[in-house]
Structures are given as C-alpha cells and as structure tokens.
C-alpha cells in the first residue's frame, strides 16, 4: 500500500527545494478549486465576495511560483437566480482566473452549471470541450465532466441535483481509449469525487476506477466539490480531495495548492493557508 506523508498543513511557502535545484526534472502545476464566486452575501462558512481577494494572493503565489499551467477543478461561479446575473458573475471571476496564466483549464463543477448550460459556461471561458486531455512535461493530463445526471442528461437550468453525479458512458469510452494510446503517465482531474460514495461522490465511480486501474498509468487523481482536505490511496492511485478557496472570511482562511511531479513519478503538492500538503511516492504506473 502506498502512502501519502503529511508535510506542514499551513505551508506560508514552496516545500520544494529540491525542486529549485533539478529545474527541468519537475513540473510545476497550480491548483484552485470552489471558487464560488458571487456578488451576494455570505451563507454559512461560504464568502463568495472575498473569493476577488483570496485568487488575487493565489495569483501573485503562482507568479513566484511559475506553474507550467493552472487548473480550477470546478464551481469557479456560485448559483444565480437568471443566466444575465450568473454570465456577469462568470465574466468577472474569469478576468482575474486568465490574467493568473495563459495556459490554464476549467474543471466544470455542479454550480458551474446550476444555472447555465454547459454550452455557455464553455464559451464564456472561451473553451470548447467539457472533458479532454493534453500533454505536457511527458506527462499526460486528463479534464473530467461529472455532471451528468443518472439518466445521461447534462446538467444545466437547473435541471439537476448535486448529488447525482455521473460520468456517462461515452466519457467512460473516450477514457479508457485516451489512457489506452498515452504513452506517459497520467494524472487526472475532476470536481466531483472518484474515491467515495454517498452525497459527493460519482455514482458510478467504481467503474471510473476500474478504467484508471486497468490502464496501468494513473498516478493521481485531484478533486474539489466536498470543500475539505481529504486523501486515500485505491489500488495504486493517490486521490487527493483540495480546500475550497470560498471558506472563510479572511484570505487565511483560503486554500491553493502548487502540485510538482517529479520524473519518477513522485508528487509533492504545497499547500497554501488551509490547504494540507503531501508527499506522494510513487504510484504502479510509475514503476
């Protein structure tokens, strides 16, 4: 069984110096996730204002930092009551997400499209494909799309619950044929999560599973959607469950992480104010 150890939880900086040293060998990717930004007053532990303020230390982190590329793992907006309001709220929180990097991807979350319908999230963040993947560093990186109801029907006008998540099985195909024609190892990202059942976990998960096992080249999963630190290893793949960047009032209670993969496949994700941080070993792909 592989094993996640624990690095300081409230890292103020980069865990990584050795990363500083081997440059070329590492690659560097920053990592957000439930932004839920809203122009509307806070409910519960939720502050969708001061999500302007918690991206804008994120980004000056990751302008140090220097990522290769940014990822949001979904509910970058928070519900509105019509698409006019909710376009604006997406317009506004995609000004600050782009200027953060030019190569950045969008993880769709259920809030993402409570209101909207994918087709508009996509375009207002100027994308066109809900699940894909690409390369980068010689490794290859995969993009998920779990809203999906449990009858195949895409979320969108309100047309869904949160807590039926499904990856459909055409996604299911096109996973198993992409990790299938990958050469290099994989990491995967999705807002909804692979490693549980119940309320915030895919339905159909374990299938997910069986198709990220079976290719022999999954070394990690990241997830957001249940806003809290959380980690397990399945099978030789790490899945790690990253802070929701809305909790809280102040920027300490944020949470951003900066995850480097190193050419053996190791992992360190930092974390940044609540975010915990990890140490990853290898998993089988990578041996």
Known sequence: ?????????????????????????MLRVGLITDLHYADKLPAGTRYYRETLGKLEEAARQFTADKPTFVVE?????????????EQRWLDRIDREFAAMAPDRHYVLGNHCVDMLTKEEFLGGVEREQSYYAFERGG??????DACFRGDGQPYGRRNSHWTDANIPPAEIEWLAADLKAADTPAIVFVHQRLDVSGDYGVKNAPEVRRVLEDSGRVLAVFQGHSH?????????????VLRAMVEGPTV????????????????????????????LPPGKSAR
């Open 73 to 85: 793992l979904g509910d970058l907006i928070d519900a509105a009551d019509s698409v006019e309001i």
């Open 252 to 279: 300490g209670d944020s949470g951003y992480s900066l995850l480097s993969i190193a050419r053996d496949g190791s992992i360190e994700l930092t974390g940044f104010r609540q975010q915990r941080s990890y140490r």
């Open 228 to 240: 809290e630190n959380d980690y397990r290893e399945i099978n030789g793949i790490h899945y790690t």
């Open 1 to 25: 069984m592989l094993a996640a150890t624990a690095l300081d939880p409230f890292a103020p900086a980069p865990l990584f110096g050795a990363a500083e040293s081997s440059g070329a060998d």
């Open 139 to 144: 490794f290859h990186f995969i993009l998920l």
